[in-house]
């Protein structure tokens, strides 16, 4: 079992940074990957960031690779997400997933599937 616990979030203004972390206990995979998901009211959960063991990361799109950035903590079984430049469109609950970094996922990291936890989420509202 693996328990995570996201936390960073919080209401701040367009232009504003935060950084969100993602803190795994219990038994986390030997090569594991993390991404961060995220979920607006009426919309489904959509891949924002992933990132395994060794430090292989994916991005959602381009646009959003120039303001997020994944990083990682292994000592501290810890995920960052640093958004920069926080829009009003960013606004969601933020969620991280923890699974395996098998071939499957280097295939399929933006889908929800091959995530075996996660997160209660950490809610981000970003004010015009």
């Known amino acids: 079992q693996v328990q995570l616990e996201e936390s960073g979030g919080g209401l701040v203004q367009a232009g504003d940074a935060l950084r969100l972390s993602c803190t795994a206990s219990?038994?986390?995979?030997?090569?594991?990957?993390t991404g961060w998901f995220r979920q607006v009211p009426g919309r489904a959960r959509e891949f924002v960031s992933a990132i395994t063991w060794n430090g292989v990361t994916k991005y959602s799109t381009n646009s959003l690779k120039g303001r997020f950035t994944i990083s990682k903590d292994n000592a501290k079984n810890t995920v960052y997400l640093q958004i920069n430049s926080l829009k009003p469109e960013d606004t969601a609950v933020y969620y991280c997933?923890?699974?395996?970094?098998?071939?499957?996922?280097?295939?399929?990291?933006?889908?929800?599937?091959?995530?075996?936890?996660w997160g209660q989420g950490t809610q981000v509202t970003v004010s015009a």
């Open positions: 219990g038994q986390p995979f030997s090569s594991w990957a």
């Open positions: 997933a923890h699974g395996r970094a098998t071939p499957d996922f280097y295939v399929d990291f933006r889908q929800e599937g091959p995530y075996d936890y």
